[in-house]
């Protein structure tokens, strides 16, 4: 009584689609890698919503804070930009970041000085002895643009304005202003995981990497998916020369190294992160093709596919609605093979500089930028990217072994799974 007792579930009763998922519940290796993958999916798809540097491409970059230890903090001015203001809604921050319309001036202290806030520049030594800056009170809060300033009235203590949106002019205390900038233009910002090469911080870097590792992985799948499922089925469905043409051209995309490849296809495209999705996408098919070739030859003369013949049924009907469906299982497991690889490419190509190119926070980039600092005592600027790198590929592969066991109808017990 004090025990959940476990349901017997019979196995026969469930669709093949259920049979499959709850085999592959069981596999907790492979329940552990598609956490893994959900939780860098919802990361690359709200990206700069949550990252700490929301700027596009996470391209804050602030010279004075290079190569900052994780957990460093960092005070910041924030100066009105004389420019327009940046408004985009959520949909468009989440997918190209936000331009702030604050220039951020890292300092080590402050004090008000009559009109001017005057700050000590960040050097990051011990001591810091930083050039001393002042900035207007009035700059500081108000874009030129719209307010310019007409007088310092020292004998009233407040700055007079000219504002063009209203066309009027505008009195401001100065200790209004001060308390204005102590409390909205005044931050102290944590670097989780520090600092780059440029002062850009690294956690965000990371995790928009994270979108463009997916995005090549999705991409070059789907690529690799159509060329090869069509050039695949075609030749193990119609056989004859076709298919020896078929196989001749896999066999010499199959020759040629796989990097070697995409390295040819992307000098020949260009540089940049379309042409690697493209690039990826052109050299994968091969292994689907052959895999969808074989197994439509073995089962091309089965009786259900010579009835649709007898029944008069175009061959592109048969092909897509008989025997496609039959052989998407191993298809599902070399897709999930096949986006591990994708993910291992864009990496390499990008840390060869034929990749993703900079600003574009690449996983590979990053680690070809902090290379030369694996000897010294900020190794981890290039070992963070290549765990995270090693972390996403090898959940791919645990989802693609869990699913090749699920699938595998052969490995299934004749008893009932237990269930809750």
């Known amino acids: 009584m004090f025990f959940k007792k476990k349901k017997n579930i019979d196995f026969t009763s469930q669709s093949l689609t259920k049979q499959t998922w709850i085999r592959f519940k069981r596999d907790k290796l492979a329940m552990f890698g598609l956490s893994l993958i959900i939780f860098a999916t919802i990361i690359s798809i709200l990206g700069y919503l949550i990252t700490p540097d929301s700027s596009p491409f996470a391209n804050d970059q602030k010279p004075e804070l290079h190569i900052k230890k994780p957990g460093f903090k960092a005070q910041l001015l924030l100066v009105k ?192 992160i379309l042409q690697v999705f493209i690039a990826v996408g052109l050299t994968m098919w091969v292994d689907v093709a052959r895999l969808i070739r074989g197994q439509i030859l073995s089962i091309r003369e089965k009786e259900f596919v010579e009835a649709g013949r007898a029944l008069g049924f175009k061959n592109m009907r048969i092909i897509i609605k008989h025997i496609l469906p039959n052989v998407m299982g191993p298809v599902i497991v070399i897709a999930a093979s096949n986006f591990a690889a994708a993910i291992l490419t864009e990496a390499g190509l990008s840390f060869l500089g034929i990749g993703a190119q900079p600003p574009t926070p690449s996983w590979g980039e990053m680690i070809n930028a902090h290379r030369g600092y694996v000897l010294v005592d900020a190794a981890y600027l290039a070992f963070v990217p290549g765990l995270a790198i090693m972390i996403l590929v090898l959940a791919f592969m645990l989802v693609g072994n869990g699913l090749r066991d699920a699938l595998d109808t052969k490995s299934v017990d004749s008893k009932p799974l237990l269930g809750n």
């Open 81 to 272: 930009k004389n420019e327009a203001p940046h408004s985009r809604n959520i949909f468009n921050t989440m997918l190209l970041g936000k331009i702030s319309d604050y220039s951020t001036i890292p300092f080590y202290s402050y004090s008000f000085k009559g009109f001017d806030i005057v700050v000590e520049e960040y050097t990051g030594n011990e001591p810091n002895n930083g050039g001393k800056v002042a900035y207007n009170l009035a700059d500081v809060v108000y874009d030129a643009n719209n307010n310019y300033p007409i007088i310092n009235d020292s004998a009233l203590n407040q700055i007079e304005f000219y504002q063009l949106s209203s066309g009027s002019k505008l009195k401001v205390k100065v200790s209004e202003l001060q308390n204005e900038i102590t409390k909205n233009n005044l931050d102290t910002k944590t670097f989780a995981l520090g600092t780059d090469l440029a002062g850009r911080d690294l956690l965000s870097r990371l995790m928009i990497g994270t979108r463009i590792s997916l995005s090549v992985g999705f991409i070059s799948v789907i690529i690799s998916i159509v060329i090869g499922i069509l050039l695949g089925a075609m030749a193990g469905y119609y056989r004859g020369w076709f298919d020896d043409a078929i196989m001749w051209l896999i066999n010499v995309v199959w020759s040629i190294p796989t990097l070697l490849l995409v390295i040819a296809i992307t000098l020949v495209l260009g540089k940049g």
